[in-house]
């Protein structure tokens, strides 16, 4: 009966990672969307300022993005899979995009100055996957 409980709430804890986010008018994801995830992995020594990333990083994106921008939202991680095992990400943003060239014309002039920006919230090396919406969130 334990186990079950604990497996129970570490299935819970992960459901509630991926819906603990901040997110900008989600109903605007359709599918065939151009999705932009940053991933910032968890790992010894690593450091992330989630509040600068929240209230400072994503909304100068988002300002940069302009219009283009359809949405975008962030996780933060809070647990794993496998209890007593360390999250795999601490965070990861999304930023939603209408179609590829959309993306390409509003990354493209603004990538560096992103970039030098994530030193003011962490030490970590983002991994970053560009996909394409198959279902509507």
């Not at 997110?23 to 991933?39: C, E, L, P, R």
């Not at 209230?55 to 283009?68: E, Q, T, W």
């Not at 007593?84 to 002039?109: Q, T, V, W």
Request: net charge neutral.
């Amino acid at each position: 009966m334990k186990t079950k409980i604990s497996t129970l709430l570490v299935v819970i804890g992960f459901f509630l990672s991926c819906q603990q986010n901040t997110t900008q008018d989600n109903s605007k994801i359709k599918k065939g969307m151009i999705k932009v995830a940053i991933f910032y992995p968890n790992g010894e020594d690593k450091t992330f300022d989630m509040d600068y990333y929240a209230n400072k990083h994503m909304p100068m994106a988002a300002s940069l993005f302009g219009d283009s921008l359809k949405a975008m939202s962030i996780d933060k991680g809070l647990a794993n899979g496998t209890p007593g095992m360390p999250i795999k990400y601490l965070a990861i943003g999304y930023f939603y995009f209408e179609n590829m060239s959309s993306f390409e014309n509003s990354m493209g002039p603004n990538s560096e100055k992103l970039k030098a920006d994530v030193p003011n919230y962490t030490n970590i090396k983002p991994i970053i996957q560009i996909s394409e919406v198959q279902t509507a969130e």
